[in-house]
C-alpha cells in the first residue's frame, strides 16, 4: 500500500529563538504549501510555540524531541504530554539514541512514554537502532528486536498503528556515514514483518518507518527507493533551509514533479 512520505527535522539542542523562528519562515515560504509528504520540526522544548506561531498556516506541522509520562506532578525539570500539546505539536520523538545514552533511557521508560503521548492523542516517533559494536557482532536483528518487543509492550494494534518507527542505526548519527539502502531496507523489513507477525499486516502495511543517520540530500532518493523506507529523521541536515528543502523534495522525485 502507498504510505504518505514523511520527513521530520530533528533541531536537537541547537537554535535560540530568533534563529528557529527565522528557520521555520523560511520554510514555509518554501514549502509550506508542499502536499507531496508530511513535514515536521522538532525544536527544542522552549521555542516550540514560537515555531507553532510560524508554521501554523502552513503543512508544516511540529513535534517536540522528548516528554516526560506523567501528566502533572513534582517533577523538577519535565514537560507532560499535555504540555507538548498545548504548545501545538503533534509529534514527540521518544528513546531518541542520544536520550538513550547521555540520559539514561531505555526500553521501559521508551514504553512509559509511548503509552502516555498515545493517551493524549500525540504520535510518538519512536527511535530504535544498534551501535556499531552490535553490528560488527552481527546483532542487530536481536537489538532492534529487543527495543521493538521492550518499547512496544502491552500496546494493541491500534496503538502501533498511530506511532511512527524511526530506524537510526546509531553509527550513522551525526558522522556523515549513512547505511547503505540496502542495509536501512533490511531491517526496516524486519521491523515491518516482526509488526506483522506481532499485529496484522494491515498494521504493519499502514506504518511509516523512517530512516534516520546522516540522511542528506545527495541520498535520501535512493532510501526512499527502498521498499520499507517511508520517510527520514533528519538531524544536521535540518538545521539549514536549502538542504532541508531539497531532502523533502528529493524524497518524492521519484513519484511526483515538483
Ligand atoms: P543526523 O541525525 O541526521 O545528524 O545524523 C539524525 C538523528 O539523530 O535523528
Not at 5 to 15: D, L, Q, R, S, V
Not at 68 to 89: C, H, L, N, R
Not at 103 to 132: M, Q, R, W, Y
Not at 191 to 209: A, G, P
Amino acid at each position: 500500500m502507498a504510505r504518505k512520505p514523511f520527513i521530520a527535522g530533528n533541531w536537537k539542542m541547537y537554535k535560540t529563538t530568533n534563529e528557529a523562528v527565522e528557520l521555520a519562515g523560511s520554510l514555509v515560504k518554501e514549502i509550506g504549501k508542499f502536499v507531496h509528504a508530511d513535514i515536521a520540526l522538532c525544536p527544542t522544548y522552549t521555542v516550540l510555540n514560537d515555531v507553532y506561531k510560524t508554521i501554523e498556516n502552513s503543512v508544516i506541522t511540529l513535534g517536540a524531541q522528548n516528554v516526560y509520562w506523567e501528566s502533572e506532578g513534582a517533577y523538577t525539570g519535565e514537560i507532560s504530554p499535555i504540555m507538548v500539546k498545548d504548545t501545538g505539536a503533534e509529534y514527540v520523538i521518544i528513546g531518541h539514541s542520544e536520550r538513550r545514552k547521555y540520559f539514561s533511557e531505555t526500553d521501559s521508560t521508551v514504553n512509559k512514554k509511548v503509552k502516555a503521548v498515545l493517551a493524549i492523542g500525540l504520535t510518538p516517533i519512536i527511535c530504535i537502532g544498534e551501535t556499531l559494536e552490535e553490528r560488527e557482532q552481527n546483532k542487530t536483528m536481536d537489538v532492534i528486536k529487543t527495543q521493538l518487543e521492550g518499547g512496544l509492550e502491552g500496546f494493541a494494534a491500534l496503538d502501533v498503528l498511530n506511532s511512527v518507527i524511526a530506524y537510526e542505526p546509531i553509527w550513522a548519527i551525526g558522522t556523515g556515514k549513512t547505511a547503505t539502502p540496502e542495509q536501512a531496507e533490511e531491517v526496516h523489513a524486519f521491523i515491518r514483518t516482526w509488526l506483522e507477525e506481532k499485529y496484522t499486516s494491515s498494521t504493519s502495511d499502514q506504518i511509516r518507518i523512517l530512516y534516520g543517520g546522516s540522511v542528506k540530500p545527495e541520498n535520501i532518493r535512493e532510501l526512499m527507493q527502498k521498499e520499507n523506507i517511508d520517510g527520514a529523521l533528519v538531524g544536521g541536515a535540518s538545521l539549514k533551509k536549502d538542504s532541508f528543502v531539497s531532502i523533502v523534495k528529493n524524497a518524492v522525485s521519484d513519484t511526483i514533479k515538483t
